[in-house]
């Protein structure tokens, strides 16, 4: 059974940072295109981040040099570090793996930046 298993959420304040994470198990994780996506009140889900097997990265305008995303193929985890945040982050956070056969997506995290 596939789990995808977000962690570090939070409230943080304009201009603060989190660090995200996403434990899987039961998938071969170095064969998965890793993503991270969000969805605000409201709004649809859109893509924030991915990595690619081999490690090449692809960011929303909205986060480019502020986000950045990684991953540990020996700890089945990918991480997003958030820098600089703003009250337009404020969203639910899920972490996404995908590969030709399908794709899989964690619970979420919430994510709200705020004064």
């Known amino acids: 059974q596939v789990h995808l298993v977000e962690s570090g959420g939070g409230l943080v304040q304009p201009g603060g940072s989190l660090r995200l994470s996403c434990e899987a198990s039961?998938?071969?994780?170095?064969?998965?295109?890793m993503g991270w996506y969000r969805q605000a009140p409201g709004k649809q889900r859109e893509s924030v981040a991915t990595?690619?097997?081999?490690?090449?990265?692809n960011y929303a305008e909205s986060v480019v040099g502020r986000f950045t995303i990684s991953r540990d193929n020996a700890k089945n985890t990918v991480y997003l570090q958030m820098n600089n945040l703003k009250p337009e982050d404020t969203a639910v956070y899920y972490c996404?793996?995908?590969?030709?056969?399908?794709?899989?997506w964690g619970q979420g995290t919430q994510v709200t930046v705020s004064s």
């Open positions: 996404n793996a995908a590969r030709s056969d399908g794709r899989y």
């Open positions: 039961g998938i071969r994780f170095s064969s998965y295109i």
């Open positions: 990595i690619s097997r081999g490690g090449t990265t």
